[in-house]
Structures are given as structure tokens and as C-alpha cells.
């Protein structure tokens, strides 16, 4: 009952940037956490960054000082500004949303916590 929607993923050389979004829709009542996390192959999924509703953000350490990660509370969207990329950082980016939606089962305000389905970044020349 709440969908993500990711974009921005692709090929980009070393050095490159990109852009990530992650826009959330569906009867959402309110957003706590919107975060990115990523998973190379043979990998661990592992947190890239995450930002409150205060907008207090948090990053893993291999990203720290390249990537910055933002929201606009307006669209439900959170996004990730992906600067000086390297190889190992070619995985899946996934976004995850939590926060309290209106279902429609129980017909009450009930927590969600959603995955979007992944956009790969490769990093290569």
C-alpha cells in the first residue's frame, strides 16, 4: 500500500557522480526514516545513508565526505548525491521508507516499513 519507486542507477566512470531518487506514494499518513542501503555481489546488504524526519543523517563509513543524501518532504522523495565514485561502489541501491500509512485491510493508521526494488550502479571505465 506504499510503493517506491527508485531511479537515477546506471554506468558512470571513476571519478563520476550520480544521482539517486526514491519517490514514496500510496496512502502515506507520515515518513520517519528514508535511507538508502546497498549490496554488491557476494555482499552483505550495507547502509549507504540515512536521514530522519528532523533531517538528521547518518552515513556508512566508505561513503562518508562523497555522498550526501537529502528529502523533500513535499514529494515523499529522498535522494542521493553520489560524488568521486569508484569501483567498489558498483552494487544494487535499494531506498527504504518507514513511517505510518492508512491501511486499507484494517482500515486504521498502521506502521509500514517498504524496500523499493533496487537500481544497480556500476562504476567502471
Known amino acids: 500500500q506504499v510503493q517506491l519507486v527508485e531511479s537515477g542507477g546506471g554506468l558512470v566512470q571513476p571519478g563520476g557522480s550520480l544521482r539517486l531518487a526514491c519517490a514514496a506514494s500510496?496512502?502515506?499518513?507520515?515518513?520517519?526514516?528514508m535511507g538508502w542501503y546497498r549490496q554488491a555481489p557476494g555482499k552483505q546488504r550495507e547502509l549507504v545513508a540515512l536521514?530522519?524526519?528532523?533531517?538528521?543523517?547518518n552515513y556508512g563509513d566508505s561513503v562518508k565526505g562523497r555522498f550526501t543524501i537529502s528529502r523533500d518532504y513535499a514529494k515523499n522523495t529522498v535522494y542521493l548525491q553520489m560524488n568521486s565514485l569508484k569501483p567498489e561502489d558498483t552494487a544494487v541501491y535499494y531506498c527504504?521508507?518507514?513511517?505510518?500509512?492508512?491501511?486499507?485491510?484494517?482500515?486504521?493508521?498502521?506502521?509500514?516499513?517498504?524496500w523499493g526494488q533496487g537500481t544497480l550502479v556500476t562504476v567502471s571505465s
Open positions: 527504504n521508507v518507514d513511517g505510518l500509512h492508512y491501511n486499507n485491510y484494517t482500515q486504521r493508521i498502521d506502521a509500514f516499513d517498504t
Open positions: 500510496g496512502s502515506i499518513f507520515s515518513i520517519n526514516l
Open positions: 536521514i530522519t524526519t528532523g533531517g538528521i543523517t
